[in-house]
């Protein structure tokens, strides 16, 4: 943003090309496939979620398990081809959860089971019929059922049981055509049934017995690290926005490109964001799951964990919206920043202590008294508010301050070299122009003429004081110094000062205190919110039964 002549501000933006590409296309660009980056890349796949590993290991033993039902003769004998549908219902059935693959066993099975009965019905219904009757019956039959079950299962209150819909449309054709063709579609409905569910029982027996992954225990590890993340970012946040004003800030679109790489607590919260759909799969899973580990009583409060975790994602939206103000274009100068710095940092490390413990309580599944830490919260959020209403005059600009007229000419012969320079220069120059006028001032007053012509009795009336001109000048200049490549000119394009040079100063100014309003506006609103979040967690340990400390 480059300052020109006429008081425009110019927004310059860098075009794309411009901006540092991902880290990942920089390696993969030109460099071809490379070995060893893939065996990394893989190495720290696995590293950071261990039972991806252990999944993909139950998966393969679970296939092995059922296909030696094939390898041997003996079952072999016993099933015949049929057993095919046994590998085929472990790798559609397992799941990478215990509750998922429960839930996906029952719609498996309550699929397999009506598609059987109807396939028998429908098969014995057509052989009734007679020779010739019998294709169109079967061919009306799968048109009827195809169509049934594909607009069943787009039902509101069904779409959860989407899946055995499906299963029903694709067994029963499969056992109605082939019994068709085999001519013993009752047989054919029991051997496919026989094997379903030796499949569906090898996929669950590996699944529970083999290091179980339970969709509770990932549900309740979730949502404890997504308040750790939310504590984290608000911290991170506001001790970034109170950092000294000497500190490079890189262009907006590289540092978003980069996705804010010296900020490792922003990528936690912004996954905190969309979690809503992993909490409501998790939870969804975690019903069909029996009592296991530390979720020792039935019917467990699942769905009050994606209660919570709502809750705190309107808590995150907050701490996103600091961060936003934090990279916003137009910053509230250091000076003023600093001066709510106390009652900012206290507030936000209330809250985020708050947070840690409501997170800890969750994790060790007990229920601690809150008063202390909720005053705690309330008091520094009241400071903050107090300090805001004591100095208010900082965020506004109410100095009304008309130059004197002895100094306009001045000033338009000597700010016309000052505005090309920088703020600090710009300052500077202000000064020696004070210290000039009032030289000047004071060589009028010295002069014994102009006092002779003052009549007597005359009362004397202060000078104009220049010195709080040039303060409110040094101010604003130190104000606009906080800006990133900001020049604001005071000049029409025909040159000279214009009368409209000092509100559209005091413009720039209100503008970029009003960031700090915003700041603190957000955080003592992030605090109103925790206030629900606690409300919400009080009601998730009651329903659980968590033990009181």
Same mark, same amino acid.
Not at 184 to 190: A, C, D, E, F, G
Not at 230 to 244: M, P, Q, R, T
Not at 386 to 413: G, M, Q, V, W
Not at 418 to 436: C, D, H, K, V
């Given at each position: 943003?480059?300052?020109?002549?006429?008081?425009?501000?110019?927004?310059?933006?860098?075009?794309?090309?411009?901006?540092?590409?991902?880290?990942?296309?920089?390696?993969?660009?030109?460099?071809?496939?490379?070995?060893?980056?893939?065996?990394?890349?893989?190495?720290?796949?696995?590293?950071?979620?261990?039972?991806?590993?252990?999944?993909?290991?139950?998966?393969?033993?679970?296939?092995?398990?059922?296909?030696?039902?094939?390898?041997?003769?003996?079952?072999?004998?016993?099933?015949?081809?049929?057993?095919?549908?046994?590998?085929?219902?472990?790798?559609?059935?397992?799941?990478?959860?215990?509750?998922?693959?429960?839930?996906?066993?029952?719609?498996?099975?309550?699929?397999?089971?009506?598609?059987?009965?109807?396939?028998?019905?429908?098969?014995?219904?057509?052989?009734?019929?007679?020779?010739?009757?019998?294709?169109?019956?079967?061919?009306?039959?799968?048109?009827?059922?195809?169509?049934?079950?594909?607009?069943?299962?787009?039902?509101?209150?069904?779409?959860?049981?989407?899946?055995?819909?499906?299963?029903?449309?694709?067994?029963?054709?499969?056992?109605?055509?082939?019994?068709?063709?085999?001519?013993?579609?009752?047989?054919?409905?029991?051997?496919?049934?026989?094997?379903?569910?030796?499949?569906?029982?090898?996929?669950?027996?590996?699944?529970?017995?083999?290091?179980?992954?339970?969709?509770?225990?990932?549900?309740?590890?979730?949502?404890?690290?997504?308040?750790?993340?939310?504590?984290?970012?608000?911290?991170?946040?506001?001790?970034?926005?109170?950092?000294?004003?000497?500190?490079?800030?890189?262009?907006?679109?590289?540092?978003?490109?980069?996705?804010?790489?010296?900020?490792?607590?922003?990528?936690?919260?912004?996954?905190?964001?969309?979690?809503?759909?992993?909490?409501?799969?998790?939870?969804?899973?975690?019903?069909?799951?029996?009592?296991?580990?530390?979720?020792?009583?039935?019917?467990?409060?699942?769905?009050?964990?994606?209660?919570?975790?709502?809750?705190?994602?309107?808590?995150?939206?907050?701490?996103?919206?600091?961060?936003?103000?934090?990279?916003?274009?137009?910053?509230?100068?250091?000076?003023?920043?600093?001066?709510?710095?106390?009652?900012?940092?206290?507030?936000?490390?209330?809250?985020?202590?708050?947070?840690?413990?409501?997170?800890?309580?969750?994790?060790?599944?007990?229920?601690?008294?809150?008063? #202390? =830490? %909720?005053?705690?919260?309330?008091?520094?959020?009241?400071? +903050?508010?107090? !300090?805001?209403?004591?100095? @208010?005059?900082?965020?506004?600009?109410?100095?009304?301050?008309?130059?004197?007229?002895?100094?306009?000419?001045?000033?338009?012969?000597?700010?016309?070299?000052?505005?090309?320079?920088?703020?600090?220069?710009?300052?500077?120059?202000?000064?020696?122009?004070?210290?000039?006028?009032?030289?000047?001032?004071?060589?009028?007053?010295?002069?014994?003429?102009?006092?002779?012509?003052?009549?007597?009795?005359?009362?004397?009336?202060?000078?104009?004081?220049?010195?709080?001109?040039?303060?409110?000048?040094?101010?604003?200049?130190?104000?606009?110094?906080?800006?990133?490549?900001?020049?604001?000119?005071?000049?029409?394009?025909?040159?000279?000062?214009?009368?409209?040079?000092?509100?559209?100063?005091?413009?720039?100014?209100?503008?970029?205190?009003?960031?700090?309003?915003?700041?603190? #506006? =957000? %955080?003592?609103?992030?605090?109103?919110?925790?206030?629900? +979040?606690?409300? !919400?967690?009080?009601?998730? @340990?009651?329903?659980?039964?968590?033990?009181?400390?």
């Amino acid at each position: 943003m480059n300052g020109k002549k006429g008081g425009c501000i110019g927004i310059n933006i860098p075009p794309a090309t411009r901006a540092k590409l991902p880290e990942a296309s920089k390696k993969s660009g030109g460099n071809g496939f490379s070995c060893k980056a893939w065996i990394l890349s893989v190495w720290k796949f696995c590293k950071e979620d261990i039972n991806r590993v252990l999944f993909s290991l139950k998966v393969g033993l679970a296939v092995l398990l059922v296909s030696l039902l094939i390898l041997f003769e003996a079952p072999y004998e016993v099933f015949g081809t049929s057993i095919i549908w046994s590998i085929l219902t472990v790798a559609i059935m397992f799941e990478y959860t215990v509750g998922a693959t429960f839930n996906r066993g029952f719609n498996r099975a309550l699929g397999s089971l009506l598609a059987g009965i109807l396939a028998i019905v429908v098969a014995e219904l057509a052989l009734s019929a007679g020779r010739i009757a019998e294709p169109f019956i079967i061919g009306a039959s799968i048109f009827l059922i195809g169509t049934v079950t594909s607009f069943i299962k787009q039902w509101p209150s069904c779409v959860p049981y989407e899946y055995g819909f499906r299963v029903i449309l694709f067994t029963f054709c499969l056992i109605v055509v082939s019994g068709y063709r085999m001519g013993t579609p009752i047989k054919t409905s029991m051997d496919r049934l026989y094997s379903i569910a030796i499949g569906g029982f090898v996929a669950v027996i590996v699944n529970v017995l083999v290091f179980p992954i339970w969709a509770g225990e990932q549900l309740h590890k979730e949502l404890v690290d997504s308040f750790t993340a939310v504590a984290d970012s608000l911290e991170e946040c506001v001790k970034k926005y109170l950092e000294d004003e000497g500190l490079e800030h890189p262009e907006f679109l590289k540092t978003v490109l980069d996705e804010f790489p010296d900020e490792p607590a922003y990528k936690k919260c912004r996954s905190t964001l969309n979690s809503a759909a992993k909490l409501e799969s998790l939870a969804s899973s975690a019903k069909w799951e029996p009592p296991h580990g530390r979720f020792q009583h039935f019917f467990y409060p699942w769905s009050e964990y994606v209660k919570v975790g709502a809750v705190l994602r309107y808590c995150a939206y907050e701490v996103m919206a600091l961060h936003g103000v934090l990279h916003s274009e137009i910053q509230a100068p250091y000076n003023l920043r600093i001066t709510f710095q106390s009652e900012i940092q206290d507030a936000a490390s209330q809250a985020a202590d708050l947070l840690r413990s409501l997170g800890r309580d969750i994790c060790d599944m007990k229920r601690s008294i809150k008063h #202390s =830490l %909720l005053k705690g919260v309330h008091s520094s959020t009241e400071k +903050l508010q107090r !300090a805001i209403d004591t100095h @208010s005059y900082l965020l506004t600009t109410s100095i009304n301050f008309e130059p004197p007229e002895n100094t306009s000419k001045t000033l338009s012969r000597k700010l016309s070299l000052a505005f090309s320079s920088t703020p600090y220069e710009f300052s500077t120059q202000l000064l020696n122009l004070e210290m000039s006028n009032n030289n000047n001032n004071l060589e009028k007053d010295s002069n014994p003429t102009n006092q002779n012509n003052i009549p007597s009795g005359t009362e004397l009336l202060p000078l104009p004081r220049t010195e709080s001109y040039h303060e409110t000048m040094r101010k604003q200049s130190r104000r606009l110094h906080s800006w990133p490549s900001r020049e604001v000119s005071a000049f029409e394009e025909e040159g000279g000062p214009t009368t409209d040079f000092l509100p559209r100063m005091k413009a720039l100014e209100s503008t970029a205190a009003l960031s700090l309003a915003t700041f603190t #506006s =957000l %955080l003592i609103e992030f605090v109103a919110r925790v206030d629900h +979040l606690v409300e !919400a967690v009080e009601k998730l @340990s009651e329903m659980a039964k968590f033990k009181h400390e």
